[in-house]
């Protein structure tokens, strides 16, 4: 995605910096060209410096989160957040879900991601404590918390030790995601 957007830029300053052919036309001043470049590039830095501070964080700037970009009502919202007990080499992660909308959402199971450099490994988290609690039905402005042991995932694959971050998603059952950021379990990058 980001291949794609540097691309585009790279292409619309390309044309923008080349001399027209015909050479009789009078072009435009370089002060418009200037604003115009820069109304080009300032969606695009907006994003990028969201995107850094959502990593740096661990959540995305509020003031770019709430912000309703394509007009209709946003009733059904459900924050998700990931935790982890340690700063490197966490056993446990604590799974958030705050319901902020106005609306009851079911949930489906969530789905837990170790992501690796080149790798992923899924795990489909249905039941807790033994007891199987999905699909769960959130009201609003409740909240739901799951307390997950890795240690009992590492005991079953050696390799996902390996891997350097986690990430969790959960759908409802109409199919809308939601992604809590990823957080990093490892402290070094290969092994």
């Known amino acids: 995605m980001m291949k794609r957007v540097v691309g585009i830029v790279f292409v619309l300053v390309a044309m923008l910096t080349q001399p027209a052919l015909a050479q009789n036309e009078i072009g435009p001043e370089g002060g418009k060209l200037y604003w115009l470049l820069l109304i080009i590039l300032l969606p695009f830095a ?22 309703n ?25 604590k799974l958030i879900i705050r319901n902020t909308g106005n609306q009851a959402i079911d949930l489906a199971p969530p789905l837990l991601s170790f992501n690796g450099l080149f790798t992923k490994r899924s795990f489909l988290i249905k039941s807790v404590n033994g007891q199987l609690i999905y699909p769960l039905y959130l009201e609003p402005g409740r909240e739901h918390k799951i307390d997950i042991n890795l240690q009992g995932f590492y005991n079953k694959d050696k390799k996902l030790k390996s891997f350097g971050f986690v990430k969790l998603s959960v759908k409802d059952v109409k199919g809308r995601r939601f992604n809590a950021p990823k957080v990093r379990v490892n402290k070094y990058l290969f092994f």
């Open 46 to 67: 907006i994003i990028l410096l969201n995107s850094r501070y959502e990593r740096k964080n661990g959540a995305a700037f509020k003031g770019l989160k709430n912000l």
């Open 69 to 93: 970009w394509f007009g209709g009502s946003s009733k059904r919202r459900l924050d998700v957040a990931l935790r982890k007990d340690q700063k490197y080499n966490p056993t446990r992660v």
